[in-house]
Structure formats: C-alpha cells, structure tokens
C-alpha cells in the first residue's frame, strides 16, 4: 500500500519531463497552455498573438540553468498586486534577484534621480501595463532550487515586439540598457511551493523617488 502523497520542498521535478519544457518556455517569453497529442507524441501547445505566431514577450535571453542556494532574495511586484493579495501572497512568483543584482537596480536609480520603481521597471524590462513595480519584498529561501538566469529580453505590454501587427506609436517596447549586465532568475514552481520556500522577511512601497534600498 502506497504512503500518503507529499508535496515537494523544492522544484527540481519542474526540470524533469514535460514539465522541463513547460517551464523554460516561460522563462523565454512564451506562454505555453497546455499539452496535445501529436504524431510524434506529445507536445507543447502555445499562446498565440494577434498575427497567429507564438507570443514571444519577454523572457530572458539564453536563460542557462542554474541552482539558487538558501539565502536572501528580492522580488518587485505591482501596487495593485499588494492591494488585492497582501505582500506574502504577491511574493509567490517566479522572478528573482539576488543581492549583487539588487543592488545594481538602487545604483542606477540613483544615478538617474528616478525612484526605486522606475529604475526596476527599466532594468528588468517590465512593461507599466504589466505591473508598476511599487513594492519590493526581500525573502529567505530556505532550501536549494533550481532556477534559469538571464538578461530581460524586449518587452511590451501586449502584443509581441517583433510581430508585424504591433502599432509602434502606441505598443512601444521596452529594452533593458544594452551596456548594463543586469541578470534575473526565474524560479518555476507553483505558486504554494514558492510560497512556502521563499519566506517574506520584509516589504516596502519605492514608488516615490528617494526610497533608498530596503534594510537588509
């Protein structure tokens, strides 16, 4: 007789199977839905774009697979995320910094008198009509992951920045500066998982200019 089922303390069976390729297309921008029956078994069905072609939105370049070990990390996440779920709940996503990173985003603020949020919206190329980066949780993961490290790709809000269909005048796509080597993780695993390794320490607003890099 089988034992009762357990759930997992960490995402390596996100790198194993079907869920391998689930995963890494999110981390390069694509959207998969779901699985289908093919000829040649099964395969990954996608999200389409206006023109019919694969979304490709974001991601990160060349994502190269890495482990995470325990320590502290940073999220960014919206205002209205914060208002509706609380921080502990916003704090259960995929996309990570590490502290060298982090840093990086409050030097550049910094250097462009521009708040804490604008300069993560600029650095991690997150589109405003995606979320306005208006807090910043820091979180102690408590046990190794696995998790792919890149450099954001061209973002919009919407459509894919490289489709036909995309109105430049009103879809403008945004690029993370191309002399700055700004890397992000992103950790696959459902949102309970995460939750559970990645413990909420502390959050703050730096909407407004002037904030300054959280106690950590």
Not at 46 to 68: R, T
Not at 71 to 98: C, E, I, P
Not at 105 to 121: C, K, N, P
Not at 138 to 163: E, N, Y
Request: aromatic content about 12%; overall charge positive; hydrophobic content about 35%.
């Amino acid at each position: 007789m089988a034992g009762p089922k357990t759930r997992p303390d960490n995402n390596f069976h996100c790198f194993e199977g079907a869920g391998y390729g689930f995963w890494k297309a999110i981390a390069q921008g694509m959207r998969p839905t779901g699985m289908s029956n093919s000829p040649d078994g099964y395969q990954l069905d996608y999200a389409k774009d206006v023109d019919g072609s694969i979304v490709h939105n974001g991601g990160m370049f060349a994502p190269q697979e890495v482990k995470l070990k325990p320590g502290n990390y940073f999220r960014f996440f919206g205002t209205a995320s914060k208002n509706v779920y609380g921080a502990k709940s916003s704090m259960a996503g995929g996309w990570w910094l590490d502290y060298d990173n982090f840093v990086k985003v409050g030097a550049w603020a910094e250097e462009h008198d521009i708040s804490l949020a604008r300069a993560a919206q600029a650095l991690l190329v997150i589109p405003k009509e995606w979320h306005d980066c208006g807090y910043v949780g820091r979180a102690r993961l408590s046990t190794t992951m696995k998790a792919w490290v890149g450099k954001g790709k061209p973002a919009t809000g919407s459509i894919s920045p490289d489709s036909a269909k995309r109105d430049k005048a009103t879809t403008p796509v945004t690029t993370a500066p191309t002399h700055l080597e700004m890397k992000q993780y992103f950790v696959p695993g459902e949102r309970e998982l995460l939750k559970g390794c990645f413990k909420l320490l502390n959050s703050q607003q730096v909407i407004r200019k002037g904030t300054g890099l959280p106690q950590v």
